[in-house]
């Protein structure tokens, strides 16, 4: 969704233990968005342009330790990849937008 391709494309990048552990660092973020040609940039929460699609760091719900956790917001809503996972708390819209941390948005797309 974010990056404009198939999340197969993605996972052919990434090892399944990093999306499913503990996700993706900012670092191997910008790794993959690179290999896909998309410019992105990291933002604070005051900068972020809610109008845009964007990828948010929250504080995990289903976190005792402190651990964080990344949501995909389309510009209207929150996408949570816990969402209607057993056992799995997730985050509604505006309920994201109040603890959002930091957060990352697509600046272009270069031509392929």
Do not use: C
Not at 13 to 37: C, D, K, M, P
């Amino acid at each position: 969704m974010f990056l404009g391709v198939d999340y197969e494309d993605v996972l052919r990048h990434v090892s399944g233990h990093e999306l499913t552990l503990g996700g993706l660092t900012n670092y191997r973020e910008a790794y993959i968005a690179q290999l896909f040609e998309v410019e992105i940039s990291f933002l604070d929460r005051t900068r972020i342009d809610r109008s845009k699609a964007a990828v948010l760091t929250v504080p995990s719900v289903n976190s005792t330790t402190g651990l964080t956790h990344a949501v995909y917001w389309d510009g209207t809503r929150i996408y949570d990849p816990n969402q209607g996972r057993k056992g799995k708390k997730s985050y509604t819209s505006e309920a994201a937008w109040k603890v959002t941390i930091d957060g990352y948005q697509r600046l272009t797309r270069k031509a392929m």
